[in-house]
Structure formats: C-alpha cells, structure tokens
C-alpha cells in the first residue's frame, strides 16, 4: 500500500531561510516511509492563518494527497496558529489521534499537553498536526503510526465490510 | 434505579434489511441491563445526517429517553456522520466520554482511536456515540458503565449536594 | 518566577453566602504558590453564562491575570454552564490539559470523566476549568502543575527557541 503524503512545515523563521535545514519534515518522511507514505508535496510556510488554510486546501484539492502532515505552530507562543486554521478546513475532526498522541507523550513529558495539535478530515484528506520540533514529530507520530494505514483505507471508501462488524464497521 | 435507556442504530444497511440480526444494539441492551438500563425506544436508521438529528430529538423530546446510545457511523468512512450529527444536537459536550472509551480501547486496539464518537447533553437526555460493532459497543460501554447512573442522577437535578464538596459537586 | 493569577469560583450557593469557607479556592491558592502563583484577584459569582463571561474577560484584560483558574460548575446538573462560558471566551483551546487532568483522575475515580473542563487561551491568558470540590481542584491542578510555568513563559512570548527545536518550539 501506498499513502500520497503531503507535509507542511509551519514555521515563519523556516520560511525566511534562517534555518538551512528542516529536520523536523526530514523525520516525517523518514518515519512515514515504513507505512508506504510516498511524499508528493511539502512546503515550509510562516505562521500566517490564511496562507496555511490555502496550503491544506491545496493539497487536498490539487494534490489530492491521501495525508497531510503539518509541522509546528502548535503550541503557546502568540504566533502558533496551525490548529484553528485546521479547524477552519476539516468538516469531520478525529479526536483520537490527537488524544493518543498527547496522553503517550505526556507519560514521559509533562509539556506534551501544551501541543494543541488538531486532526481531522477533509474531502478524502486526513489531516494531522504535529509538533514542531524533530523530538515532537518521532515521539508522536510513532503513537499513531500503526492505525494510519487503516483509516486511509476506509477514507478511499474500498475497504470491505468486516464480517464481525454487524452493520457498520466502526 | 432504573435508567430510560433509547438505542439508535446507525447503518444504511441495517435500516434496509440487509442485516437480519442487530447484534451491536443487542449488546447495548444487555451490558444497560446491569445498571438498570430499561429499553423504551430503539430503532435502526440509515447514515442520513437529518435523520439522525430528527431521531435522537425525537428520543430526547418525546419519548424523554434519560440515556440515549448511538452505534454505528463513527468511522472514517466517506458515509460516516453519526458524530457530526450529535454536535448539532447536543448543548453541552461531555468529552471524558468520549476520551476514555478511546484510550482504554486503544490501549490494546491501536485502530481504536479511528473511532470519531461523541458525548454530549441535549436537555436533560445524555446522548452517547458508540462504535458499530459488538465487539466496540462491549470495550467501549464497559469503560464509562459505573460514571452513568450518577451522570444520570445529577442530569435529572435531584441529586443532594455531597457535604465534602464546598459550594459544588463537580 | 511570579505567575499572576487570578480565582474564580463559580457558586450560586457560594455567591449567596451560604457557605462560609471557600474551601476550593482555598486549595488553588496553596497549590499554586508552589509553582509561583501570586494570586492577584479572586471572586466567587453564581452559575450564571453572561457573569462568567465577565468576570473571565475582566480577569484578563483589566486585571491582566496570567492564569485564571475556575472551580465550579464543570458537571452535569442542569445549572453548570462553567465551560460554555469559557467556550466562548477563549479563541485557542488547549485540549492537553483537560485530557491529562481527566484521564489521571479517571484511573482512581470512575466519576471524574463527568468533569466537563475546558481550557485555552484568550489574549494573553491561560484560563482552566476546576472542578468544584477542593479534592477535585487538588486532583486535578496536581497533574498539569508542571507544565503551566513552561506554558506561561511561551505565552508572553519571551521564551528563546529551544536550539534543538528546529524552527518552531511546540
């Protein structure tokens, strides 16, 4: 199985060029290409609400990338704002990945529970949030990492029905 | 005490007879049965937004259902709309829940957290999303069984202000 | 370092005058000083959405409070409306908090999932649901003690990247 995967580092000192590397994108490729995850698109943009709503939309429209995985702009500072401009372009949000992601974290790093990481999904999208730093991003992506490939499936709408599931499969 | 108990069955196959058995709903009754769960309304009904809406209402305003439990379109399935359904009935979210039904399952069900279910207060109804098989209505309802009769109890604002707690119960 | 912080106790009992000792506000105060709390304002209002709006707005623009810490009004009956209050207040949720202090509470007390705590953040305000009993509040505040003096420093926007945070800090 393949997973068109999209990742969007949010990050205005990225954007600039005052970082020459983005280690944190670099490790979500890494950890995604056990699963299949294939990268078609990736940008680095700052932390500018409207212009990360576009870059989402974009990626799931234009793209029509499976996954998207955002980068930083999670957290406290006056700045971040990568979850409400998520809100703004996901219609079914998915609660779990953002649970387990914290609830792991925080068994071994109290300030796990400042990410205010969202996820949900759009059109044929699955959208997910992680944290900026390369530590954040392996830490929690590995959480969810298994059941990725699951919900993909079932969002393409070709998963068949499992025999023990009685009507419905979730 | 006994606890007015509807269940909403999700499923556009059940509601066409595609299915001869509802063994998720049968599970719902029995597992309520021990805490004095009474069924007084059930129904299985296709995955149509204002049919959901229109139903769990109904359950609510009519028939007064104290406790009214959804199975099924919880999932990342293109036709899955339970959730979204019950955040535009509810008024009050009730998110430890849904939080711990998903953590407890995920603890030994990695796929668990692709579960989108909600928990809210629609007037005095408390209103519960559960998965759509028997075997996530069982790992789910188990995990929140003994916090609903006083849910229930506090809902239906008879209950007597504990001594050890100072101006409030919760 | 001094984190300024202000309690709101929500009561209508409390705000009567019926009980003499505001044992949970009491508790908030012995707990944050540990960590630097400086308590800079405190009243006790009843259950009532439009008051609580006020008082949280006040807190934070007037007063300029840094951490504003709610007890009361988080449960079920039908008059605790404590969350919606702040719902509308904040403009950034912070999910983390409200999952840890459930999810711990939950392991030792089945009840606490009925906690409908919410908490964000509104201009350059930290503001937490408490529970109503002074055992809840110290429940509660004891699992995200840690991470609010990191939280309050990024807040004020004056922490320096961490150097091995690529980009972004969260």
Redesign the interface.
């Known amino acids: 199985m393949i997973i068109k995967t999209a990742i969007l580092?949010?990050?205005t000192?990225?954007s600039k060029g005052e970082?020459t590397?983005?280690?944190?994108g670099a490790a979500v490729k890494e950890i995604m290409a056990r699963i299949g995850g294939k990268v078609v698109d990736y940008r680095v943009i700052p932390?500018e609400k409207n212009q990360i709503i576009a870059e989402l939309r974009r990626m799931a429209d234009i793209v029509k990338a499976e996954l998207i995985l955002t980068?930083?702009?999670?957290?406290?500072?006056?700045s971040?704002i990568t979850?409400?401009a998520t809100l703004e372009v996901i219609?079914?949000?998915?609660?779990?990945?953002?649970?387990?992601m914290?609830?792991q974290s925080?068994a071994t790093t109290?300030?796990?529970?400042?990410?205010?990481a969202v996820a949900g999904?759009y059109q044929?999208s699955?959208i997910i949030n992680l944290?900026?730093?390369?530590?954040?991003v392996r830490e929690n992506l590995e959480v969810?990492l298994?059941?990725i490939p699951?919900?993909i499936k079932?969002?393409r709408?070709g998963?068949m029905?499992?025999p023990?599931?009685?009507?419905?499969?979730?």
């Open positions: 580092t949010v990050s000192r990225g970082r590397e983005d280690t944190s932390d980068t930083g702009g999670t957290g406290f500072s006056p971040d979850p409400e219609h079914k949000r998915v609660p779990g990945f953002e649970e387990a914290r609830m925080f109290p300030h796990a529970i400042l990410s205010r999904i044929s699955l944290p900026g730093s390369p530590k954040g969810i298994e059941a699951h919900g079932v969002l709408g998963l029905h499992d023990e599931h009685q009507f419905n499969p979730e």
